[in-house]
C-alpha cells in the first residue's frame, strides 16, 4: 500500500513539475513576441541596457501579459495603469533603467541595485549606497 501511495506522488509531482514548465515555456513566447521592438527602442538610443535585461524585466513584470508590458506608467505619470500601448511601455521602462543604471554607476553601486530601483525608485540607489560602502569597506 505504501508503495502505491509513494508511486502516486511521485507521479503527481512530475505532472505538476511538467505542467509549470508548459507555462513556463508559454510565458516565454509570449515575452519573445515583444523581441524586435525592444531591439527597435534600444537602438534609438544610447544606453547600457541591453535587449536581454529588458525582456527578462518583462518577464519579471507581467510575463508580456498585459498593455503596461514593463509596468512603466508610475515612472511617467506617478499613477499605475496610464499607459496602455505595449511601445510606449517599453521606451519609458528603457529610459528609467538607463538612468538607473547611469545613476548607479556615478555612485559606484553594481547594476542589479539599478535594477532593483527600476521598482523602488531612483532614491533605493542612495539608500542602498551606505551598506555598499560598508560591507566593501569602500571609504578607505
Not at 78 to 93: E, H, K, L
Not at 103 to 118: H, M, N, P, S
Amino acid at each position: 500500500m505504501f508503495k502505491l501511495i509513494r508511486r502516486v506522488l511521485v507521479l503527481a509531482v512530475f505532472l505538476f513539475a511538467g505542467y509549470k514548465a508548459y507555462l513556463i515555456r508559454q510565458d516565454v513566447k509570449q515575452v519573445m513576441t515583444y523581441q524586435p521592438m525592444v531591439r527597435e527602442i534600444l537602438n534609438e538610443r544610447d544606453t547600457p541596457a541591453n535587449e536581454e535585461l529588458v525582456l527578462a524585466m518583462i518577464y519579471t513584470e507581467t510575463k508580456g501579459k498585459e498593455g503596461d508590458v514593463m509596468q512603466s506608467s508610475e515612472s511617467a505619470s506617478g499613477s499605475t495603469d496610464t499607459i496602455n500601448d505595449n511601445a510606449s511601455s517599453i521606451r519609458q521602462g528603457v529610459q528609467t533603467l538607463t538612468e538607473n543604471l547611469y545613476l548607479a554607476q556615478e555612485k559606484g553601486v553594481d547594476v542589479w541595485t539599478a535594477i532593483q530601483a527600476y521598482n523602488f525608485g531612483p532614491a533605493y540607489i542612495d539608500f542602498y549606497r551606505p551598506k555598499w560602502e560598508e560591507k566593501y569597506d569602500c571609504t578607505s
